[in-house]
């Protein structure tokens, strides 16, 4: 069987249409949708048969392509753009059939389309003269590629513009079968100058760095190729929803009934290392830096699997359903990781997480961690701490323009005491902690989330 894989941004108005046309092929049996922490509806609108969601450990689609390929579940892999209506039906066989009956091993297509002036201007041109060989394939900034996961495991994704380029040149280094297959009438978004600029040089740089054996003075004459102009970031304005009510979980022995580092250091034998740290470490800022690193060298599959292990507590899928469909916006605020709480809002169609941010390198975690500013003391706090779930839950609330009143926030421990105190309706959950208790509205001891309909009323 083969996985399709769809890295995806901000494409809520075709991702829909995509997996529907993947899944009339009987040769797939899974789809996974890599979302790059769209602002839209991109998730919700990716949702189908066979679809499994996920968010990229970093922004860029080279991540988001190279997280797909470490949890696919076959094989064969096919990767497709997010943003194209114009596939024929059978694109899936016509990817696949040349590495299905053993004639390559990679396959990149071919196809018509409007316009291609970074391919005619700077990648043909590199290629050309660095990998002539190469020189026979029309389009070598082509999207939609098709090949073995037991090869891409040994490439480099690039995180820009260059991934393409740079998997046909790291292919026909490896010696793979490499062909090429026509898949008709293909049209997509036109780029603007500037970003055509930011793909010129992003292009280039994959395919010098790529290039043996080249003078340093010819070096700077290849580098001065890209000759659109110089990039410009692309923004993306952040939308505001207009729901006026909120519910935030925390994550551990909230949704999840244990620990996540608990539980992931049991998996791969880490407990001695973690209670190390949990024992002689008080600084939260120094204790948060010191798990980080336990993590190093775990790839992204290897860590969701460990989360997968771990039971929701009960009624929490149902609970989320229940109070999305009363207009609330859900949510996750935890200490934990964003990789991890990522992974759960795509699960369960929540519609926000703020976590710590977990460093990744080649979808392999590097021990590195990131706290979000959202956590820091700021004029506006109401505690002495210097990181607190309170200053997330306020700018969260500040984003989605809710009173924080309008507020229920639920969790178990000392770190949510004053998130739980300082929003309308504070939940304890399952908590032997006196304090938090004493500074919530609401005390649940039974492991179930159903008893929170009572809010809704």
Same mark, same amino acid.
């Given at each position: 069987? @083969?996985?399709?894989?769809?890295p ?10 995509v997996v529907?046309?993947v899944n009339?092929?009987?040769l ?5 949708? @890599?979302?790059d922490? =769209?602002l839209? %509806? ?6 189908g048969?066979?679809?499994k969601i996920y ?9 988001s392509?190279?997280?797909g ?5 076959n094989?064969?892999i096919? &990767?497709?753009d997010?943003d194209i209506?114009? &596939?024929?039906?059978?694109?899936? =066989?016509?990817m696949?059939?040349?590495?299905? =009956?053993?004639?390559a091993d990679?396959?990149?297509s ?7 002036r970074?391919?005619?201007?700077v ?13 026979r394939f029309s389009?070598?900034?082509?999207g939609?590629?098709?090949?073995r996961k037991?090869l891409?495991e040994k490439?480099?994704?690039e995180n820009d ?15 793979a ?7 008709g &009438?293909i ?6 100058w ?7 040089? %992003? ?9 043996e054996?080249i ?7 290849l580098e001065n190729? =890209?000759i659109?102009r110089d990039?410009?970031?692309?923004a993306i304005r ?9 519910i935030?979980?925390?994550?551990d022995f909230?949704i999840l ?6 539980s992931v250091a049991?998996? &791969?034998?880490?407990?001695n290392?973690?209670?190390?740290i949990?024992?002689?470490k008080?600084?939260p ?5 010191l798990?980080?690193?336990?993590l190093?060298?775990l790839?992204?599959?290897? @860590?969701l699997?460990?989360?997968d292990? @771990?039971p ?7 609970i ?12 996750i605020i935890?200490d934990?990781?964003?990789?991890i709480?990522n ?9 926000f997480s703020?976590?710590?941010?977990? %460093? ?6 590097t ?8 956590f820091?003391k700021?004029?506006?706090?109401t505690?002495?701490?210097?990181f607190?779930k ?5 700018e969260i609330?500040?984003?989605y ?6 507020i ?7 770190s949510?005491?004053?998130m739980?105190?300082?929003?309308g309706?504070?939940v304890a959950?399952c908590?032997?902690?006196e304090?938090l208790?004493?500074a ?8 179930s989330?159903n008893?929170?309909v009572?809010?809704?009323?």
């Amino acid at each position: 069987m @083969i996985t399709v894989i769809i890295p995806a941004l901000n494409e809520q108005t075709t991702i829909s249409h995509v997996v529907r046309l993947v899944n009339k092929s009987p040769l797939v049996n899974e789809i996974l949708v @890599i979302d790059d922490k =769209s602002l839209d %509806e991109t998730r919700n609108h990716a949702k189908g048969r066979n679809v499994k969601i996920y968010t990229s450990t970093k922004l860029g689609k080279g991540a988001s392509m190279r997280d797909g390929m470490l949890l696919a579940g076959n094989e064969v892999i096919v &990767y497709l753009d997010a943003d194209i209506t114009t &596939y024929p039906d059978n694109i899936i =066989s016509l990817m696949t059939s040349p590495i299905i =009956s053993g004639k390559a091993d990679f396959v990149k297509s071919v196809f018509e389309r409007q316009a291609g002036r970074v391919t005619e201007l700077v990648a043909k041109p590199l290629i050309g003269l660095l990998f002539p060989d190469l020189s026979r394939f029309s389009q070598p900034l082509s999207g939609m590629i098709a090949g073995r996961k037991s090869l891409f495991e040994k490439v480099n994704f690039e995180n820009d513009y260059g991934v393409d380029v740079g998997l046909l040149i790291d292919m026909h280094n490896m010696k793979a079968r490499i062909a090429e297959v026509n898949i008709g &009438y293909i049209e997509n978004r036109m780029q603007s100058w500037e970003q055509l600029g930011k793909m010129a040089k %992003e292009v280039s740089r994959a395919i010098l760095k790529r290039a043996e054996m080249i003078k340093q003075s010819n070096l700077e004459i290849l580098e001065n190729i =890209s000759i659109i102009r110089d990039q410009m970031d692309f923004a993306i304005r952040e939308s505001v929803l207009g729901l006026k009510k909120m519910i935030i979980f925390d994550m551990d022995f909230t949704i999840l009934s244990s620990s996540f580092i608990k539980s992931v250091a049991t998996k &791969y034998q880490l407990d001695n290392s973690l209670k190390l740290i949990i024992s002689e470490k008080h600084n939260p800022y120094t204790r948060t830096k010191l798990i980080a690193r336990l993590l190093k060298g775990l790839n992204i599959r290897q @860590i969701l699997d460990a989360v997968d292990e @771990i039971p929701v507590t009960e009624g929490f899928e149902a609970i989320v359903k229940t109070f999305k469909e009363n207009g609330y916006i859900c949510g996750i605020i935890s200490d934990s990781y964003d990789c991890i709480t990522n992974h759960l809002v795509n699960r369960y169609g929540l519609d926000f997480s703020i976590a710590n941010e977990l %460093e990744f390198s080649n979808s392999v975690a590097t021990g590195e961690v990131k706290i979000p500013s959202v956590f820091i003391k700021t004029n506006q706090s109401t505690c002495n701490h210097d990181f607190c779930k309170s200053n997330a839950m306020r700018e969260i609330a500040a984003r989605y323009r809710i009173d924080i009143k309008n507020i229920i926030a639920i969790g178990d421990s000392e770190s949510d005491i004053c998130m739980i105190r300082d929003c309308g309706i504070g939940v304890a959950f399952c908590s032997e902690n006196e304090q938090l208790k004493a500074a919530a509205d609401k005390i649940v001891s039974e492991r179930s989330f159903n008893s929170l309909v009572e809010f809704i009323q």
